[in-house]
T-cell receptor, first 114, second 120 residues
């Protein structure tokens, strides 16, 4: 099995621009999660999908953030009108099947907003 | 409230010493899972162990061992005979009961991590 992949690995953008990140989960994993990690902190949950259904969203996910998983495979996380406070590592994780409980993480996308 | 506390921000030991990383959690759920992840300098979180709330048996995997005590809400991690390659940030995490799917878990609640530096 290949692991969770994320693209891009690094993104530098100017404040006010929109950015989109992609996550490809491990094949046949039907749960997919997004987390955000800032320097010196643990990852914080943003949202998760069971197949294509978005089942939970954190209060951290402001209106400028949107996540999709249209066909239940890869997912995208879009941030509109980026702010400097959005600078962080965005981590994606997937878990094998409904009912299981181990999440496997990708390498993350590091976002820098200038 | 659900919370994980890792009070040790940084630990530095000399290679071959034993080291214990502390983790204290808070939850009102009776069913939950606890995890440890390793984050090396490359940044990718590596899964180490999962424990469910009904299994208080300690676990040993090579040089790694975990001590789960519900009475003190702790899930501590010990590395025996540490090596330089163990240097990383270690995170403890809690996953509450998922009411959507009868016991499956959803989000992970992480502590702030412990930076472990093993000196040669």
């Amino acid at each position: 099995d290949t692991g969770v992949s994320q693209d891009p690995r690094h993104k530098i953008t100017k404040r006010g621009q929109n950015v989109t990140f992609r996550c490809d989960p491990i094949s046949e994993h039907n749960r997919l999660y997004w987390y955000r990690q800032t320097l010196g902190q643990g990852p914080e949950f943003l949202t998760y999908f069971q197949n294509e259904a978005q089942l939970e969203k954190s209060r951290l996910l402001s209106d400028r953030f949107s996540a999709e998983r249209p066909k239940g495979s890869f997912s995208t996380l879009e941030i509109q009108r980026t702010e400097q406070g959005d600078s962080a590592m965005y981590l994606c994780a997937s878990s094998p099947r409904r009912g299981t409980d181990t999440q496997y993480f990708g390498p993350g996308t590091r976002l820098t907003v200038l | 409230a659900q919370k994980v506390t890792q009070a040790q921000t940084e630990i530095s030991v000399v290679e071959k010493e034993d080291v214990t990383l502390d983790c204290v959690y808070e939850t009102r759920d009776t069913t939950y899972y606890l995890f440890w992840y390793k984050q090396p300098p490359s940044g990718e979180l590596v899964f180490l162990i999962r424990r469910n709330s009904f299994d208080e048996q300690n676990e040993i995997s090579g040089r790694y061992s975990w001590n789960f005590q519900k009475s003190t809400s702790s899930f501590n991690f010990t590395i025996t005979a540490s090596q330089v390659v163990d240097s990383a940030v270690y995170f403890c995490a809690l996953s509450p009961n998922d009411m959507n799917y009868g016991g499956a878990t959803n989000k992970l609640i992480f502590g702030t991590g412990t930076l472990l530096a093993i000196q040669p």
